[in-house]
């Protein structure tokens, strides 16, 4: 089918609905240059309007989801754009729900042998009450991305932030801190592309560091052996390929290289990678000889639905 027409999915009601609408901008430029017929949506809780933007006559050949967070990456918009049966890039609802929900991904990937941090789930209840591991450790949301409500705990001083701060649902994901580098693969068709590595001004890399101009260094590509940039590199394709991920998606790791023996422990797959002016997959592939238009260009050609009716 000749995909002319493609509608931008944007913004969205999540924490990270400023990132989104930067992704989307990215997006709708490079179609433009690229010559499609685009349509930017600034997606709302309004679903019959969205329902109503994406029907005849101005339905769209394919859609280009740029949505970042709760509602755009965890399967919720894909069910949509499933029923409507419009091609849509990145991952389909399964995938995109496994890999948002930081349990069942875990789950999968300490089932097939893949190093995660040691984590346990907690009610904020009792988070509220007591400490649920030794000093030093992290407190993650078990659903959200770009590092919202993700805080560092060395001190009680960090504890008491945490718990005043925390807006995210009743239960918490504890895990252990790993010490050591931020590696950060991108996969695109089901092949990994690269490794680069993050080395954030001060703190960690959070959700200011990850989109704030200067509060980060990106080393690019990172600075491995070629043994330990294969194995990061053949880590993150089997994770893509265990979630069922398609498109484009990218692979976070915590590398303890301290350690006599260094693992590459894995804390997320990203099923909807940013298309920001600062976002790595873009860069990452740039530095191998993907441009940006042409990665948007990949994603429009591989668009899919994962069910026909």
Partial sequence: MKKDHVAVLMGGWSSEREVSLSSGQGVVQALKELGYNVTPIDVTLD???????LSPPQRPDVVFNA????????GVIQGVLEMLQIPYTHSGVTASALAMNKILSRQIFERHSIPVPPWVIVPFEQLQRHHPMDYPYVIKPIGEGSSRGVTLVFNQTDYEKAIHEWQFGEHVLIEQYIPGREIHVAIVNDKAVGAIEIRPVSG?????????LGQADHIMPAPLSQTAHQQALEIAERAHQLLGCKGVSRADFRYHDLADDPVFYLLEMNTQPGMTPLSLVPEITTYYGLSYNNL????????????KV
Avoid: M
């Fill in 47 to 53: 679903l019959p309007s969205l329902v109503a933007q």
């Fill in 67 to 74: 949505l970042h967070g709760v509602g755009g990456e965890d």
């Fill in 204 to 212: 960690f890399y959070d959700y200011t560091a990850k989109y704030t």
């Fill in 296 to 307: 948007v260009q990949q994603l429009i050609e591989t668009a899919s639905c994962d069910y």
